[in-house]
Nanobody
Framework: QLQLVESGGTLVQPGGSLRLSCAAS????????IGWFRQAPGKEREGVACFKTRSGSTNYADSAKGRFTVSADNAKKTFYLEMNNLKPEDTAVYLC???????????????????WGQGTQVTVSS
């Protein structure tokens, strides 16, 4: 059973930066999508960015393009979401998720993902 644990969420001022981490419990992630999602109070869960472990390809929501970057440290089985120029509307619980995926690129459809972490709170406020 794959377990995912997020960390790094905190209170940050508008314009600030954060790096979220997602630590995976299994070695065999050679052909998986790793997705980052977020959910704000009263809103639907939203895909932010994803990373395909085999190819390294990435995909970003429009709200994340140019500000967020996904990356991986395969040796540490840890995935990262670097967030810059944060805005109050980025406030949400951020979750990472994983699914074995045979497509050529990762996708940001949450219903496709099988394993989920518990989330980490990001609050952007002055």
């Amino acid at each position: 059973q794959l377990q995912l644990v997020e960390s790094g969420g905190t209170l940050v001022q508008p314009g600030g930066s954060l790096r979220l981490s997602c630590a995976a419990s299994t070695f065999n992630l050679d052909n998986h999508n790793i997705g980052w999602f977020r959910q704000a109070p009263g809103k639907e869960r939203e895909g932010v960015a994803c990373f395909k472990t085999r190819s390294g390809s990435t995909n970003y929501a429009d709200s994340a393009k140019g500000r967020f970057t996904v990356s991986a440290d395969n040796a540490k089985k840890t995935f990262y979401l670097e967030m810059n120029n944060l805005k109050p509307e980025d406030t949400a619980v951020y979750l990472c998720a994983a699914v074995e995926w045979f497509g050529s690129a990762c996708v940001l459809r949450d219903t496709l993902y099988q394993y989920w972490g518990q989330g980490t709170q990001v609050t952007v406020s002055s």
